[in-house]
């Protein structure tokens, strides 16, 4: 196996672990599970895109959280 890659060209497969791939990418079947999956997914985002959505954010900030935490180690 050989695979070569580089910031401006990718990457390249060669010898048996190329056919293989070639083989997975023509001939393989999409799992069921994987299906349902983007069934939903997509339906979720058609139904975010017609919404007027948006997300409400913690209000308490990861900071904050690790602050109040290292107060009260320095407490005891």
Avoid: H, Y
């Amino acid at each position: 196996m050989a695979v070569k890659t580089s910031p401006f060209t990718g990457w390249k497969l060669s010898g048996k672990d190329a056919d293989a791939f070639l083989k997975q990418v023509n001939e393989s079947v999409p799992n069921q599970r994987a299906r349902d999956a983007l069934e939903r997914g997509r339906a979720l985002s058609k139904r975010i895109a017609e919404k007027d959505c948006s997300v409400k954010p913690q209000t308490v900030s990861l900071l904050k959280k690790v602050c109040i935490n290292i107060k009260k180690l320095l407490a005891k």
